[in-house]
Structure formats: C-alpha cells, structure tokens
C-alpha cells in the first residue's frame, strides 16, 4: 500500500471515530467508534492530539471535554487485535507507533494547560484510563456514573497496566493500587471515588441536559466550567453513603493485609493461608481472588507489581518505561498467548510462559524492563519530566 493511500485511510479513521468541534469556547472529543467499543486505533490517537495541540493556545478554547454517545463504553482501550496483528506480521514499526503515539497523547492530556474533562461511561479500561485519568491533574474532573465500570485488566491477556496507570495505581490509598494492578479487577463508580480514580458522579440521565447547559451558558474561565459540572453532580452525602459501601472500602483492610507484600508469590501465600485456616467472610474473599490470580499470567503478575512499585517518579519516566516493557510483552512475555486466548480465539486456555507464580524467577521479572533503546535514543526521551 503507497503512503498517499495509508495517509487517507488513517485520516478516513479519524474522522469517522473522532469528532472535534469547538462550541460554547469548549473543545469536544467524541469518540464515534460502538462496534469496537471505542477502541482506540493509531488514526483516532493521532486526530485527538491534533485537537489538542490545536486548542492548546486557542484563546477561545477554556476547556476540553471527552465524551461518548454510546452507552455500553467510553472507551474498551486499544486495538488489541491491530497490536496482535502487526506482531504476528513482523510489523515492529507500527507496534511501536501506536505505543510511542499513545503515550504521547496521554502525556499531553496529563500536562494540559487547560481543564479536561472526561465524561465516563459504560467499559472504561486500558487506552480508555490514559485517555482520562491525567483529567485530575488539569484541574478538570474525572466524571463517573451508575454504568461506569473502570479497570486495568491487562494481567488477564499477559500484558501490565500501561499508558501511565502504574503512576496512579502507586498514589491510590493503602495497598489499592497494587490489588488493581495485578488482578485487573473491575471496580464501578462508588469504588473509583474510593480508591481516588474518578472525581464527581453525575448519572448518565443527567448528563445530555448538562451538555446542553454547557453548550448555552456563557463562561469566561476554564475555571467556571469545570464548577458548572461540579455543580451538576450528586449531593455529596448519597455519593459519600455509596462510597463507603463500595467493594474496595468493604475489602480495603484485606486488601491492605495481603497486597502489601512484596511479591505475587507472597501476596498469593499470604491468600491461601487465610483460605485454608479460616472460615468467614474474609477466607470466602480470599478463596475468590486466588481463583482470579491462577487465571491471570505469572509474569504479568510480577511486571505489574514491579512497576506500581517503582512509579515514584515522574510520569515522563513511567511513560519511558511503558514503552520499554510493551516490547519484551510482546517478544520475551504473554502478550501474544494472552491475547490469542482471550481475543482471538477465545478459547480462554493461555499457555503462559511460567505455569506459577511460584515458578517465575527474579531475573525474569527484571529481564522485562530492559530498555532496548539507550537514554539518548528513546522514542519518548522528550516527554519533559
């Protein structure tokens, strides 16, 4: 295929699965992409940073929103058939564009200048967290309701929470982050308000009649709108009584007890002893996520817990060393037997590359973060910190 053609194949794809507008002195992204669940292609990546680099010093832009009108998802994350795809055809180029690409784009919504605003709805996982998360840290807002369901399941299709989430897993509270990282389990909206990943609820019935409002309603600041959406949520105490009852605030005191240890294989013994020893609430829980943790990849497991536990730094450097570890995910790790299993054929029977945590040495785990690039030739060396 010549390069005029993929060129307008790529701007066909943006175009018809990411909408930018400007009204009202808002930029709008909307993702238009249902039959894959929004999932996030190289094209749409590149369309949503042409809009904000656009908007970026657009005296008549005060605010970005990202939205979907599709309720089963804001966004599913990235096209995990395209990555799989590319891999088997020895197309290392265009698996390390998306990548490079994406995580770009989501250091730039993490640094904008301005309020973003992610609407969330439906499936929010994988792409779909980068593309939202960094919100928290514009002064904008992560906006969650009843059909919200968030995660990072990448360990179950032998990948590792990427697009930065390790540098928010790291900040959430207690032992949290590690629990989500390594088991990649769904949490609904009163469970990210919990665990510091979603700002406000706003019920998804609530939200074309705040569309509109946001579309007629003169603002002067990016400021005044993102208090005009504030202002839309739910009474603070019905969020809060949801909240606490959330699975991860029911959980929180084992999750701490066990995800606080310092390896999978620790965290799975410490599982099993009080499966084995007790019997009440606490052993019934823990028998289900042992289940979960044989399920999901060994290696996985361990890359995951390695990178909440070194993403102390800035996101530049998780971003850097996402990058690093898509390239041994997929050439040394499980990413291709995980997704073969779980997406492809869906036979969901993954031969991962160590049968056990147990069996999954150290060296191998610090294997996987081995850049294959040196400082001065990294694809993301300028992110700055």
């Not at 179950?156 to 989500?180: E, H, K, N, Q």
């Not at 009584?241 to 799975?268: M, N, T």
């Amino acid at each position: 295929m010549s390069q005029e053609v993929t060129a307008s194949a790529f701007a066909a794809d943006a175009a018809q699965y990411v909408l930018t507008q400007v009204e009202n002195r808002i930029g709008f992204i909307e993702l238009d992409r249902p039959q894959a669940l929004n999932a996030l292609s190289t094209a749409m990546i590149r369309s949503m940073q042409a809009a904000l680099d656009a908007w970026r010093d657009d005296p008549e832009v005060l605010a970005v929103i990202v939205h979907t009108r599709h309720p089963r998802a804001f966004c599913a994350g990235g096209d995990i058939r395209f990555l799989h795809e590319s891999f088997r055809a020895g197309d290392q180029d265009a698996l390390d564009t998306f990548f490079i690409e994406e995580y770009r784009l989501n250091h730039a919504i993490f640094s904008y200048p301005k309020p973003y605003i992610a609407l969330l709805n439906g499936v929010v996982m994988g792409g779909g967290m980068g593309i939202s998360q960094g919100a928290h840290r514009t002064g904008g807002l992560r906006v969650v309701g009843s059909t919200t369901r968030m995660a990072m399941p990448e360990t179950r299709i032998g990948i590792f929470p990427d697009v930065g989430m390790s540098w928010f897993l790291a900040r959430t509270p207690g032992a949290l982050g590690r629990y989500l990282a390594v088991t990649g389990e769904t949490i609904d909206a009163d469970s990210a308000l919990y665990a510091g990943l979603a700002d406000v609820f706003i019920d998804e019935s609530a939200r074309p009649a705040l569309l509109d409002a946001l579309l007629t309603e003169p603002f002067a600041t990016g400021e005044e709108i993102v208090e005009r959406i504030r202002g839309a949520a739910a009474s603070s105490e019905a969020v809060q009584r949801g909240v606490a009852c959330s699975a991860l605030a029911v959980a929180r005191a084992w999750i701490d007890q066990h995800f606080s240890r310092p390896s999978v294989a620790a965290i799975l013994a410490s599982l099993e002893s009080v499966k084995r020893d007790a019997k009440d609430a606490q052993s019934d829980w823990a028998e289900q996520i042992v289940g979960v943790l044989r399920e999901r990849s060994p290696l996985s497991m361990a890359v995951s817990l390695e990178a909440v536990s070194m993403a102390e730094g800035s996101m530049a450097d998780v971003l850097r060393r996402d990058l690093d570890l898509t390239r041994s995910s997929f050439a040394l790790g499980d990413a291709m037997e995980g997704i073969r299993a779980r997406i492809i054929d869906k036979d969901n029977d993954p031969h991962w590359r160590f049968a056990r945590i147990e069996d999954v040495p150290p060296a191998d785990v610090q294997a996987m973060f081995k850049s294959p690039w040196d400082a001065a030739g990294h694809p993301l060396r300028a992110l700055p910190d």
